[in-house]
């Protein structure tokens, strides 16, 4: 197995990255087992604030990193809450908050204008100074509801609806919700080109800084 650091102490994220990565070879411990605190996020994009967390991730242990970031984009909304998902109400990580906040914001709106999407971007570094990082995305389209519905999952799932099977995500069966999600569908790219990765973190002389302008990039 090959130890992967997640830039990460979101335990929900964790479990579902597992998943998503069981049968790969590699083996996900979070940055907080390891006693390293999250970093600031001041990218203005996704990927630059993943490439920001798994690089401090990477220095922080000396493993090679795995880091996400991800969002909920309502077309409304001009793609709010976007990069500020969660901390939209204003403490991070506050779903209960940052719900009611985004259903006041589209209250009395017209269900056909309530059209969202999940974002999600997965990166892996080699080192913390790799220059050619593993990046995949993904999207997953939706639309929000008026009000929560299920108990699973986290973050935004219980207002946010699958139109394909008429549920909300936090109602969804995790296998499927893993296959059919924003991070699911990163993680489907980041899977098909994980054993080549993963080989090169194998071979030290493909991994070091000094030797990694030597070698394409991963796929």
Known sequence: MTRLVLASG?????????ALLDGTGAALVAQS???????EETGLTFVENALLKARHAAQATGLPALADDSG????ALGGA????SARYAGGHGDSTANIARLLRELDGLNPQW???HFYAVIVLLRHARDPQP???EGVWPGVILDAPRGSGGF?????????EHGLSAAELEPALKNRISHRGRALAQLRARLPAALAALRDPDRTSPASVAGHGELR
């Open 72 to 75: 909920l984009c309502v077309d």
């Open 10 to 18: 979101n335990t929900g994220k964790l479990a579902e990255l597992r």
């Open 81 to 84: 809450p976007g990069l500020y």
């Open 114 to 116: 309530r059209t969202a």
């Open 134 to 136: 593993l990046v995949a």
């Open 33 to 39: 087992e390891l006693g390293v605190a999250d970093v």
């Open 155 to 163: 973050g935004y799932d219980p207002v946010f609806l699958d139109t």
